[in-house]
């Protein structure tokens, strides 16, 4: 949900301040964005449980129930579902 639902609004910051040579760009661009935002949340969040929490509750804090892929699970579905908000919204497309 994170990347589906901030997309817009980081589509329209990013189109008043660069102008992109194309359509495909744009929502390349943006998709890698959502992947780089993905990983950084999910740092901050291995931080967070590796500085502040006990080693008993780190792993209920970050919510992996025990799936070892849980981060890059999760920096995935950030990056489709900005994708698929493009691909289903996207309001600049050339007919």
Same mark, same amino acid.
């Given at each position: 949900?994170?990347?589906?639902?901030?997309? =817009?609004?980081?589509?329209?910051?990013?189109?008043?301040?660069?102008? =992109?040579?194309?359509?495909?760009?744009?929502?390349?661009?943006?998709?890698?964005?959502?992947?780089?935002?993905?990983?950084? $949340?999910?740092?901050?969040?291995?931080? $967070?449980?590796?500085?502040?929490?006990?080693?008993?509750?780190?792993?209920? =804090?970050?919510?992996?129930?025990?799936?070892?892929?849980?981060?890059?699970?999760?920096?995935?579905?950030?990056?489709?579902?900005?994708?698929? $908000?493009?691909?289903?919204?996207?309001?600049?497309?050339?007919?």
């Amino acid at each position: 949900m994170f990347g589906f639902l901030l997309v =817009f609004p980081v589509k329209e910051m990013l189109n008043n301040s660069v102008k =992109f040579a194309n359509q495909h760009i744009e929502i390349l661009v943006l998709v890698l964005v959502f992947f780089g935002l993905g990983g950084f $949340y999910e740092i901050l969040e291995w931080l $967070y449980a590796l500085l502040y929490e006990h080693s008993e509750t780190a792993d209920s =804090f970050l919510g992996s129930q025990g799936d070892i892929w849980d981060a890059e699970k999760d920096v995935l579905l950030a990056g489709l579902g900005a994708w698929l $908000y493009l691909l289903l919204f996207n309001s600049d497309k050339k007919r």
